[in-house]
């Protein structure tokens, strides 16, 4: 499994660069917004350079579109490509599944994400399909031409654990196999019982028919989803800089570093003098 940080924070993403094991980036216009604020970028066309020439060539950043009509989509992934591209990494550009931002009630507005992911598609730019809360625009999006599609695993555990009215903390583990509320009844969202359950899905509608576009796991909460993801067979999985630290952690590990320490006799010790 690939794996990409989920930041726009240009110090996580060179450190989370220099251990060897990250492969791309993903961006949003929230986590554009926090890490512009941390830094006081005010000039973002230089801070997203910076980003892309940080993480250097032969690696992907989505960037999203600011979303819209067909014609506001295909026009911004063309800017950030153009703008973007030659300066560092791949740019790849974000397009939402189907219009968040409703501009009207003409029934084939539903469908602009999946006509600007063609789009741009047939034009040779990559595009994310992000947003995927379901198989079927997975499905769709892959169908259109999407390079990635990016099922929010996170999000919809957050839509399922609302439905019961649950108290719960953004990086709590949510399993896998969803929640029983009674002996034959497992809270779902139309058949989804959790995340991880969403990307399984699609990695085996993907794999059924031999589709080429690489499932990219986003919204991913703490490091026992990372796991349950790579058992699903996500391509990709983008991960935020604090899950990335927490997987590397566990406790008997700590226990056992204490130990060997404490055991190094002085006659080792000069080993390295
Ligand atoms: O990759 C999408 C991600 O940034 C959203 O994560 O935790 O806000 O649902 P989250």
Redesign the pocket.
């Known amino acids: 499994m690939k794996i990409f940080i ?1 930041s726009a924070d240009i110090d996580e993403i060179k450190a989370a660069f220099s251990w060897g094991f990250v492969d791309g980036v ?1 961006t ?1 216009p ?2 554009i917004k926090m890490a512009a604020e941390k830094h006081g970028a005010k000039n973002l066309e230089n801070y997203v350079s910076s980003v892309l020439a940080a993480v250097g060539r032969g690696h992907d950043v989505s960037l999203e579109v600011l979303g819209g009509s067909f014609q506001a989509m295909i026009q911004q992934g063309k800017v950030l490509y153009n703008k973007f591209s030659g300066v560092g990494a791949r740019v790849v550009v974000k397009i939402p599944v189907n219009p968040l931002l409703k501009q009207n009630e003409c029934a084939d507005v539903e469908y602009d994400g999946i006509r600007a992911i063609h789009a741009l598609a047939k034009e040779g730019i990559p595009v994310n399909t992000t947003l995927v809360m379901a198989p079927e625009q997975a499905l769709l999006a892959a169908k259109a031409g999407a390079k990635y599609v ?1 099922p ?1 695993a ?2 919809i555990d957050d839509f399922v654990r609302e439905c019961c009215f649950c108290n719960y903390k ?1 990086t709590d583990y949510f399993p896998q196999e969803g929640i029983k509320i009674s002996p034959d009844e497992i809270l779902d969202d139309n058949g989804i019982v959790s995340g991880v359950d969403l990307v399984a899905k699609i990695v085996q509608i993907f794999r059924n028919y031999d589709l080429k576009t690489e499932v990219l796991a ?2 991913v ?1 703490n490091a026992r989803q990372v796991r349950e993801l790579a058992l699903a067979g996500a391509h990709i999985s ?1 991960i935020p800089f604090g899950v990335l630290t927490q997987m590397v952690r566990h406790e008997k590990t700590y226990e056992g570093m204490q130990k060997f320490t404490a055991d190094i006799v002085p006659e080792y010790r000069v080993l390295f003098d």
Do not use: P, Q
């Open positions: 989920d993903t949003n929230s986590l990016s929010f996170g999000r953004k986003a919204s909460r983008t």
